[in-house]
């Protein structure tokens, strides 16, 4: 099973309630403090392992479903020497179009990563929570020197059993690391039953527990159950310590007593010390007086951890997408022949190409016209492709007729649709593809595509979109990173998973900002500002052509596409 990591958070918050729930039930007032405070950290980590998961769920196709992805809108497609090209503008463009498979009602089909149709909605969402993310994280360390504040505006008073005692000007008691706070002008028994209680919290490490909820919180601020786990976290060590303060010998009713008056003072914002005086004292006083070890809680314990394993097992099984490892056709790919069903020829298609699979995701990219290195024409085609129970599924949901002899060579099956054909004439279609090394060229230009946004070296580097768009469902770009300057159009439909482009690239070498060398000519740059740009193209013809640029990002599912080179 691959885990792609995400933020989900209401998958999250239900198995957080759940297992807040069996606390609430079984555990909270009935088991030992520390074992409770196991329970709590446990649940906690694997809400947040199951918060940032990638989901995948198994739905019956039906017709409805089916026709809510048609792209009926979208440019029909026709032929051109075996590739596909969109009416409107004659551009060119690769595509492989998974067979049309009449399915059974109980055919099963992956409902793929809803993440594709969020679309640009996903980057705000990431904002969002990276936003509440520091602001808990900064908060976190303004607790922390809060405390070091504290620390050194205190006056240190005497050291015992290797414990600092200081004396400070805030009314309630606390301790962190090795060193317990002190209010002046506290009365002798008071101070005993005080140092005894924080001396407690210390032994066990508690102020380390509070910080690692603490990061918790910051993890799944989003999530109002971490947030009920971690103040019950902080009560279950001080009801742990109440019971050692209690078991030493302490007069239980004037250590009750005292705690009373320190809670009656409290009113600190800082979550990550634990303090003598914290709240919801009417609890703690029940505990103490009414606890007592018990067989039946412990029982109640192991079975809720058993629960709590057998939940983050099924979810894993039931809830999320089965694909650990590598799919036994991921790799790199070229295809021999292609044969269809009314001729015994094996015609050898004449465009080279690289056919990736990987990461859930199946890329076509082939060219023509390539004089050197990374100078060619392209065509580009890709989409999701899910791998469940020896079968693969494309980006429709359906089930694709792919069997492999061997490791190294797989035979793909299609049947033509009316508006589609290739490079032959027959219904039914079969492919052989033999595994082969990746062209490292292409390799060149799919990383330079990749790396663009990011790219700040030169002024015209990074990624650039054409305005205005004039056809629906058609992007022109310019990318220029890593030495490589790329020309393409991107043809994609928001119905759809699948996404093709075409284009031309090449090596670019800068005489200036306002001038570049590209393949066989000059091109001119006017720049209107750091983000907006002319490009001023030469023809043969004579014909000089100019391009308005702005500076923007490559489409998710194109880069998603992408992602199908990686190892």
């Not at 995400?6 to 998958?11: A, D, E, V």
């Not at 359906?398 to 035979?411: C, G, K, R, V």
């Amino acid at each position: 099973m691959s885990v792609e990591f995400g933020i989900y958070p209401l998958t999250g918050i239900l198995l957080a309630g759940l297992l807040y729930g069996i606390y609430w039930l079984l555990i909270r007032m009935r088991c030992h403090p520390r074992t409770s405070q196991w329970y709590i950290v446990a649940s906690v980590v694997v809400s947040l392992i199951v918060t940032f998961m990638q989901p995948v769920r198994y739905v019956t196709p039906d017709a409805e479903w089916m026709s809510g992805n048609a792209t009926e809108n979208s440019p029909t497609l026709t032929s051109q020497n075996g590739n596909a090209v969109n009416e409107k503008n004659q551009e060119p463009m690769i595509t492989h179009s998974a067979p049309k498979h009449e399915e059974s009602p109980t055919t099963t089909k992956p409902l793929l990563d809803t993440n594709v149709f969020i679309g640009e909605a996903v980057p705000v969402l990431k904002t969002i929570y990276l936003v509440g993310l520091a602001a808990m994280l900064i908060f976190f360390l303004l607790q922390m020197a809060w405390m070091v504040r504290i620390r050194k505006r205190s006056t240190h008073m005497e050291m015992e059993n290797g414990v600092r005692v200081y004396d400070t000007d805030i009314s309630v008691p606390f301790s962190y690391g090795n060193s317990i706070f002190m209010p002046k002008e506290m009365e002798r028994l008071v101070r005993d039953d005080v140092f005894l209680h924080e001396s407690k919290h210390l032994s066990h490490h508690h102020y380390l527990k509070l910080c690692l909820m603490q990061l918790f919180q910051s993890v799944g601020w989003f999530n109002p159950f971490i947030w009920i786990f971690a103040k019950e976290c902080k009560m279950q060590q001080e009801m742990e310590v109440d019971q050692d303060v209690v078991k030493s010998g302490r007069n239980r009713e004037l250590y009750q007593m005292n705690l009373l008056k320190m809670c009656l003072k409290s009113n600190s914002w800082v979550q990550i010390m634990p303090a003598f005086g914290s709240s919801l004292i009417k609890r703690r006083i029940l505990f103490m007086n009414q606890w007592e070890p018990s067989k039946t809680a412990t029982a109640r314990m192991s079975v809720s951890f058993a629960l709590l394993v057998l939940l983050l097992t099924g979810t894993a099984f039931v809830t999320f997408d089965t694909k650990l490892g590598k799919r036994p056709i991921d790799g790199c790919w070229t295809i021999e022949w292609a044969k269809d069903s009314d001729s015994p020829y094996e015609v050898t298609p004449f465009l080279t190409n690289n056919h990736y699979w990987g990461n859930g995701m199946e890329m076509n990219f082939s060219w023509y016209s390539r004089f050197n290195g990374v100078n060619m024409n392209f065509n580009f085609s890709g989409c999701p492709v899910t791998y469940l129970n020896g079968k693969y599924y494309d980006d429709k949901g359906e089930q694709m007729d792919i069997t492999m002899p061997d490791a190294d060579t797989y035979l793909y099956r299609w049947t033509r649709t009316p508006e589609m054909t290739a490079m032959t004439s027959g219904p039914d279609i079969t492919e052989k593809w033999k595994r082969t090394e990746p062209d490292k060229g292409v390799l060149r230009i799919i990383k330079s595509f990749r790396e663009a946004q990011k790219d700040k070296s030169r002024l015209l580097c990074g990624v650039w979109r054409e305005v205005p768009d004039t056809v629906e469902y058609q992007e022109n770009y310019l990318t220029v990173s890593n030495g490589i300057y790329g020309r393409f159009t991107i043809y994609s439909n928001p119905k759809s998973y699948w996404c093709s482009a075409g284009g031309w690239c090449g090596e670019i070498f800068f005489r200036n900002d306002e001038k570049v060398f590209v393949g066989d000519r000059f091109e001119d740059i006017e720049w209107h500002t750091r983000d907006s740009m002319t490009l001023i193209i030469p023809r043969e013809s004579g014909v000089v052509e100019h391009h308005v640029y702005r500076r923007s990002k490559l489409p998710e599912r194109f880069l998603r596409c992408l992602t199908a080179t990686e190892d």
